[in-house]
C-alpha cells in the first residue's frame, strides 16, 4: 500500500483479509499483498460483513455490496 494520509476504516473480514479505508481510495490485504480495490469511488464510513459472507460498505453516498462480480 502506498504511503496514505488518513485511515478512516479497518475492518477483517472472516477469510482473514484486511479491507482499509485510506483517503478516498479502498485497499484489500491479503496473502498476495496489498491491492487497490478498483471501482470503488466513494467516501467510506462503515464496512460490515454478513453471515453470507457479503462485504457492505456503507458511505455518505449510500450503501454497496462487494461479491466476486464486483459492486452492486
Do not use: K
Not at 500500500?1 to 482473514?16: L, R, Y
Not at 479491507?19 to 464496512?47: N, P
Amino acid at each position: 500500500m502506498p504511503e496514505v494520509v488518513g485511515v478512516g476504516v479497518i475492518h477483517e473480514s472472516s477469510d482473514g483479509t484486511l479491507w482499509v479505508v485510506a483517503g478516498s481510495g479502498l485497499w484489500r490485504y491479503d496473502d498476495s499483498g496489498w491491492e487497490s480495490v478498483a471501482g470503488f469511488t466513494g467516501w467510506v464510513r462503515a464496512i460490515h460483513e454478513s453471515r453470507d459472507g457479503t462485504l457492505w460498505v456503507g458511505g455518505y453516498d449510500g450503501l454497496w455490496h462487494y461479491d466476486d462480480s464486483g459492486w452492486c
